[in-house]
């Protein structure tokens, strides 16, 4: 588990590598609002739609679509 900030994840390249390996983000609200929904889906997150977490927002990866 790892805490982001907004400037980790607004630093494009420090996002990539922390961000590689990762099947689920989960944010505070606020942090979800101002920063996540705008960049994660860059990194192919989208929200978890069952999440249902007061304080926090659940981004599950994509599945990788294959040719």
Request: aromatic share 8%; charged share 30%.
């Amino acid at each position: 588990l790892l805490e982001l900030s907004a400037d980790v994840l607004e630093d494009r390249g420090a996002a990539a590598r922390i961000l590689a390996n990762v099947e689920f983000v989960a944010l505070r609200s606020r942090t979800a609002r101002t920063t996540g929904d705008r960049v994660l889906p860059r990194f192919g997150f989208t929200r978890e739609p069952a999440w249902r977490g007061e304080d926090y927002v659940l981004y599950a990866r994509r599945p990788r679509q294959t040719p």
